[in-house]
């Protein structure tokens, strides 16, 4: 089945620690996207990927890092730069052609940082 | 960044009863996206829209894109237990934005009764 695949769906760290989150798609999507969910508040955009091998930061980025070396691909690393980092994290996925923009969401990694 | 002013920010309603939220930006947008999201998971799209005046259904869901491509509404009509959930309103700049950038409402919680 085509789809976006988040993994862990829980995930725990130490304060200090640096930690990745995974992100695979198989819908031949050109573009991922990562955002952070906080109780209460809309999605935020922390990166997004147009393109293999090119990303832009979104509205959140510090302390965030990414990589896109496959299209399938755009794990999200955690770094202990992040004052706040327990939160929900959402990747999503669009074809973005033609206009159409329409996101389709992983499940989500919930991280807790102790 | 931009900012969507989802309203109501929470809604309990008994089981038949319809439902309307509706989201209002200051800037135009040419995309208008309504998501679900269920507890811990990630969001769903519902329905999209991409011109002005636009009336689309999906079931007992209507949204429409607003003539002054500022605003969109939903309607839940004769709503059911499995209608719980956060309801997010997105939508993509007209001007000045990547394709497929999304902004984010901070979504509306509907409580259903039986």
């Known amino acids: 089945d085509g789809g976006i695949t988040q993994s862990p769906k829980y995930l725990f760290r130490k304060e200090g620690q640096n930690v990745t989150l995974s992100c695979e798609q198989n819908?031949?999507?050109?573009?991922m996207y990562w955002y952070r969910q906080d109780p209460g508040q809309g999605l935020r955009l922390i990166y997004y990927s147009q393109i293999v091998n090119d990303f832009q930061k979104g509205d959140i980025a510090e302390g965030y890092s990414v990589s896109r070396e496959k299209k399938e691909s755009f794990p999200l690393t955690v770094t202990s730069a992040q004052k706040n980092p327990t939160a929900f994290y959402l990747c999503?996925?669009?074809?973005?052609?033609?206009?159409?923009?329409?996101?389709?969401f992983g499940q989500g990694t919930r991280l807790t940082v102790v | 960044g931009q900012q969507l002013n989802q309203s109501p920010q929470s809604m309990f309603i008994q089981e038949g009863e319809d439902v309307s939220m509706n989201c209002t930006s200051s800037?135009?947008?040419?995309?208008w996206l309504w998501y679900k999201q269920d507890p811990g998971e990630g969001p769903v799209l519902l329905i999209a829209?991409?011109?002005?005046?636009e009336l689309t259904s999906n079931g007992r869901l209507t949204a429409q894109f607003g003539i002054t491509r500022k605003d969109s509404f939903l309607n839940i009509s004769a709503s059911i237990p499995s209608d719980v959930g956060i309801y997010f309103c997105?939508?993509?700049?007209?001007?000045?934005?990547?394709?497929?950038?999304?902004?984010f409402g901070r979504g509306t919680q509907l409580t259903v009764w039986p």
């Open positions: 997105a939508g993509q700049l007209d001007r000045g934005s990547t394709l497929g950038r999304l902004y």
């Open positions: 800037s135009i947008f040419n995309t």
């Open positions: 999503a996925s669009s074809i973005n052609r033609d206009r159409v923009t329409e996101a389709f």
């Open positions: 829209l991409y011109k002005a005046g």
């Open positions: 819908l031949n999507h050109d573009a």
